[in-house]
């Protein structure tokens, strides 16, 4: 090394210490004068080192660039058409024809996945959006277009729904659909199509009753329905006799199948079994009612106005003897002590003077002024009676008394 230096210093001083004009035949009959000496071993090495060097390193960084920049999916293109970069390229000149723009490869990268990050930010969008269109009402209408492609894309069908899978013959259901239907949408029932904005139908017959919904002559959707008979709530009303003031009935349910029974007169119990038994103390109307119900829980009522048109006989005879031999000696209708009623009665002469009054038929007239002064003569005498019901409503009665004096 040290050898090389002085023989290139001794080239310099003798240079230097020529002064001459240039000349290019001159310099080259110089230059071969001059003497020359190889390239050490060393140093060829040392230059071959280095281009190796710097060949790895154009290999190296064309190997991280395949790498970092993603590969785009290409088409395959008609000759002469330019690529997508060259038209990028063009584009941009076209913008600004003075000035190239030339970007760095680690910014044209970062260009790149900044454009694809928000390509994928509005996929995801859209898809989301698509996905919270699927959410909407479910009680709204399904789109008329759209309605096959529900279908088909979500599997999503419109269900029936009824107020109760059980019914007694007569009775009412409530039926609605989950989305509601379209206009090209309808519901039958036993294969009969109903109106779709009746939102009540009446169950007619017994046994299995079908409710369909129904679309372009595809079911979509099934409901079955129980339906059960109603019992027998007819009855007879049978006149057993009159005892006193007393009319006696019997009322008979006319089924035996039934799970029970509720009879009312009026609004008064009459019992629970299929055959009751009733004494009227008036004439008058009432009114009877049966209700039946079945082991299915259905029910059915009847009722009956029935006019008892019989007048109630008190049971008054038409003299006494008030002698004090204790033979007849007093007098009352005899159905007020036999029925024992609550009731008024009250002795008064024929021209209508008022001898007498009770309500207790332990205390009868005895043929006294009221009962503790003078004693009547024999004659014909008048009585009336008022007979209190249970529900304290008066029903007169009137008739008339002889006194007989015995001989």
């Known amino acids: 090394m040290k050898k090389e230096s002085n023989y290139k210093q001794r080239i310099q001083n003798k240079v230097s210490q020529v002064e001459f004009d240039y000349n290019a035949a001159d310099w080259s009959a110089l230059s071969k004068q001059l003497p020359s000496k190889p390239f050490p071993l060393w140093t060829k090495f040392a230059l071959g080192a280095i281009a190796i060097s710097a060949i790895s390193l154009v290999i190296y960084f064309g190997i991280q660039k395949d790498l970092t920049i993603p590969k785009e999916p290409t088409e395959i293109l ?6 997508s970069q060259d038209l990028n390229k063009n584009k941009l000149v076209k913008d600004n024809p003075k000035k190239e723009h030339k970007l760095p490869i680690s910014e044209k990268v970062a260009e790149k996945n900044i454009k694809n990050k928000i390509g994928l930010e509005k996929t995801k969008s859209i898809a989301n959006n698509s996905i919270s269109d699927e959410k909407t009402d479910e009680n709204s209408p399904i789109k008329n277009n759209d309605v096959e492609e529900n279908y088909k894309t979500h599997q999503k069908k419109p269900e029936l729904i009824v107020s109760s899978n059980k019914a007694c013959v007569g009775e009412s259901i409530t039926i609605r659909t989950k989305p509601e239907i379209s206009y090209n949408q309808y519901i039958t029932y036993n294969n009969r199509r109903i109106n779709p904005f009746d939102k009540k139908i009446t169950v007619e017959k017994s046994g299995v009753n079908t409710i369909q919904l129904i679309d372009n002559n595809v079911v979509l959707d099934e409901v079955i329905v129980d339906v059960y008979e109603k019992p027998i709530a007819t009855f007879t009303a049978i006149k057993l006799n009159e005892e006193f003031s007393k009319i006696n009935y019997l009322f008979e349910a006319n089924s ?18 299929q055959q009751v038994n009733h004494s009227f103390k008036r004439k008058g109307n009432v009114k009877i009612t049966l209700e039946t119900y079945s082991t299915q829980g259905c029910t059915a009522t009847s009722e009956q106005i029935m006019a008892i048109e019989e ?11 008030p002698d004090g031999d204790g033979l007849n000696d007093e007098f009352i209708p005899k159905a007020l002590e036999a029925n024992n009623l609550k009731f008024t009665m009250t002795i008064y002469t024929v021209s209508g003077i008022e001898l007498y009054t009770t ?5 009868p007239w005895n043929g006294r002024r009221n009962n503790t002064g003078e004693k009547m003569s024999p004659g014909v005498y008048l009585w009336k009676v008022y007979v209190y019901d249970d529900e304290n409503q008066i029903h007169p009665f009137s008739g008339q008394i002889k006194i007989v004096k015995l001989r």
Request: glycine share 4%; aromatic share 18%.
């Open 311 to 321: 007048s109630f006989d008190l049971l008054s005879y038409d003299a006494f003897t």
């Open 359 to 363: 309500n207790d038929y332990y205390q």
């Open 78 to 83: 008609p000759k002469n058409t330019p690529l």
């Open 256 to 273: 035996l199948t039934n799970a029970g029974y509720i009879w009312k007169l009026n609004d008064l119990d009459l019992g629970n079994k």
